[in-house]
């Protein structure tokens, strides 16, 4: 027994395998850009890593010079101090 149907809906594999294909390529071609913008964020964070160590290592030498001069002059004054409480006795 044969039953017509006239609301028969059918699927068209070759176009969905096209819109697959063209969805897929889009999606690896923006993972690619997006590799490339991380590479280049990867680089730029590392040169300022670089950068901001090469400054700490400065301002640690800065803060040795100031440290020593500092110890040199309370060293000055207390001789000086000393100075002058032994001439006043």
């Known amino acids: 027994m044969e039953k017509n149907v006239n609301d028969l809906l059918?699927?068209?594999?070759?176009?969905?395998?096209?819109?697959?294909?063209?969805?897929?390529?889009?999606?690896?071609?923006?993972?690619?850009?997006?590799?490339?913008?991380?590479?280049?964020?990867?680089?730029?964070?590392?040169?300022?890593?670089?950068?901001?160590?090469?400054?700490?290592?400065?301002?640690?030498v800065g803060n040795r010079n100031l440290l020593h001069r500092l110890e040199l002059i309370e060293s000055l004054l207390s001789k000086k101090s000393s100075g002058t409480l032994n001439a006043s006795k």
């Open 10 to 60: 059918t699927v068209d594999y070759d176009a969905l395998t096209t819109l697959n294909i063209s969805a897929t390529q889009a999606l690896n071609k923006e993972i690619d850009e997006l590799k490339a913008k991380l590479l280049v964020n990867e680089m730029n964070l590392h040169e300022n890593f670089v950068e901001q160590e090469a400054k700490i290592d400065e301002l640690k």
